[in-house]
Nanobody, 118 residues
Framework: QVHLVESGGGLVQAGGSLRLSCAAS????????QGWFRQASGKEREFVAG???????TYADSVKGRFTISRDNAKNTVYLQMNSLKPEDTAVYYC????????????WGQGTRVTVSS
């Protein structure tokens, strides 16, 4: 079992930055692939960024060039650095984890809210 706890959300003006953190516990963090998802009000949850256990990363087109996902295995933590934030980035952001050879994310955090004002 993996327990994930997000932090770092808040209110920021358009053009500003935030860094989200996701602390993991319960098993070997370095063998898991991690991801960030978000869900805006009235919309379906969508993929934002992912990082593999060997540090390969992928991004949704909407955040490429603005967001950066990274991980610190020594701290069992994955980060999402968000720059040049836009009002459309407003959502609840969720951290997720999956086994390296599995495509479905099994473990989820409780979410952290990000609000970008115009």
């Amino acid at each position: 079992q993996v327990h994930l706890v997000e932090s770092g959300g808040g209110l920021v003006q358009a053009g500003g930055s935030l860094r989200l953190s996701c602390a993991a516990s319960g098993r070997t963090f370095s063998s898991l692939n991690q991801g960030w998802f978000r869900q805006a009000s009235g919309k379906e949850r969508e993929f934002v960024a992912g990082i593999t256990w060997i540090d390969g990363s992928t991004y949704a087109d909407s955040v490429k060039g603005r967001f950066t996902i990274s991980r610190d295995n020594a701290k069992n933590t994955v980060y999402l650095q968000m720059n040049s934030l836009k009002p459309e980035d407003t959502a609840v952001y969720y951290c997720a984890a999956r086994e390296a050879l599995v495509t479905t994310y099994k473990y989820w955090g409780q979410g952290t809210r990000v609000t970008v004002s115009s």
